[in-house]
C-alpha cells in the first residue's frame, strides 16, 4: 500500500532533496520531478540544475549568452536549453 504524504511533507523532501544533486541518478530526480507535479509543488530555480530531457545533472554545461537569451548545453545528451535572462532596470 501506498504511503500517504501531504504537500508540506512533499516540498520538505524535495527541498532537502535539491541540496545535494550533483550526485544523484537521472532516475531519482525523475521521481521527484513526478512527485512535485502531483503535489502541485512548483520547483521554481531548482528546475535549472538539471536537463529537461535526460534528466541529468549539470555538472560543467556549456553556457552562451547572446541577445538576452541563456543557452546551456548538457553535456550528456546535448540537449540545448534557453532561458531569457531578465533585466534589473525599472
Do not use: Q
Amino acid at each position: 500500500m501506498k504511503s500517504k504524504l501531504s504537500r508540506n511533507g512533499a516540498i520538505e523532501k524535495i527541498e532537502d532533496f535539491f541540496k545535494n544533486i550533483k550526485c544523484k541518478l537521472p532516475k531519482e530526480i525523475k521521481k521527484v520531478k513526478t512527485l512535485a507535479m502531483s503535489r502541485n509543488v512548483p520547483l521554481g530555480k531548482k528546475r535549472k540544475t538539471f536537463c529537461k530531457k535526460c534528466f541529468y545533472p549539470y555538472k560543467n554545461p556549456k553556457i552562451r549568452i547572446k541577445n538576452k537569451i541563456k543557452s546551456l548545453t548538457c553535456e550528456a545528451c546535448g540537449f540545448v536549453s534557453r532561458w531569457k535572462i531578465k533585466s534589473n532596470s525599472s
